[in-house]
């Protein structure tokens, strides 16, 4: 219920009118039925503007960091993430990943849309990084489409490590659903896996029109902070 408020009473309105969200490609999501939203990543506020402008509930995975936070500010983090319909993460890989991988599929169980970031993170320079294959896991596992959605102008609004967003329009566009099923059965094959997530963030690279970079985010990150190129970083790993 705390989803549908926020939505429609609380922030929803407030940001229609100061933002303008333009979406196109509204008629893929299905009116029913599981399916992922596979979306890059440039802002906090990515996942507040999906859910705005896509007529079913979205529950996206969120880290656990929003969950885990102590005192006043920490508790109403996890009232707030919680009340929308946010299920939290441990990103610390090994058995964490099995865990995200079976909420995953129980929210997918559930016949509801699932948000995920294949980047794993925001991304540090606007830039479109290389996709984790877990999306391409739980597609496989759950039997579902994936739909390539690109958020466009929400870095501007709100970059990371900025509280105070700037008034702008943004723009959500959303892309044919990418139909995984030739390769069923096939989910701990790690070259399909492989395969299928590059197909993702191919269709996440068209409709965005963000430069792609092959290494992960993360990595970006560290190399950025390091004073590096992240294009040299890139080629280095290739070779």
Do not use: C
Not at 118 to 138: C, H, I, M, N
Request: hydrophobic residues 45%.
């Amino acid at each position: 219920m705390l989803y549908w408020f926020f939505k429609y009473i609380l922030i929803g309105p407030w940001l229609r009118l100061l933002f303008r969200p333009q979406v196109e490609g509204l008629e893929f999501i299905p009116k029913d039925g599981p399916a992922i939203l596979a979306s890059n990543h440039l802002s906090f506020s990515d996942s507040f503007f999906l859910p705005l402008v896509v007529p079913r509930h979205i529950t996206f995975l969120a880290k656990a960091e929003y969950f885990n936070g102590k005192g006043i500010k920490g508790f109403f983090s996890r009232a707030f993430f919680s009340g929308v319909g946010q299920v939290p993460i441990d990103r610390s890989g090994g058995s964490a990943s099995d865990d995200a991988l079976h909420t995953a599929l129980r929210v997918l169980g559930q016949d509801e849309l699932l948000g995920i970031y294949p980047e794993g993170t925001r991304s540090p320079d606007g830039r479109l990084y290389r996709g984790k294959t877990g999306v391409a896991r739980v597609a496989l596992e759950a039997g579902v489409p994936v739909i390539p959605v690109a958020m466009i102008g929400t870095r501007e609004i709100q970059r990371p490590g900025k509280i105070m967003p700037s008034i702008r329009r943004v723009g959500i566009k959303i892309g044919a659903p990418l139909d995984f099923s030739r390769y069923e059965g096939m989910q701990n094959d790690r070259f399909v896996l492989r395969s299928m997530t590059d197909e993702i963030m191919y269709e996440l690279m068209e409709l965005s029109g963000q430069e792609y970079v092959d290494i992960y985010a993360s990595r970006a990150k560290e190399v950025i902070a390091d004073g590096e190129s992240v294009q040299a970083a890139a080629a280095a790993q290739a070779s």
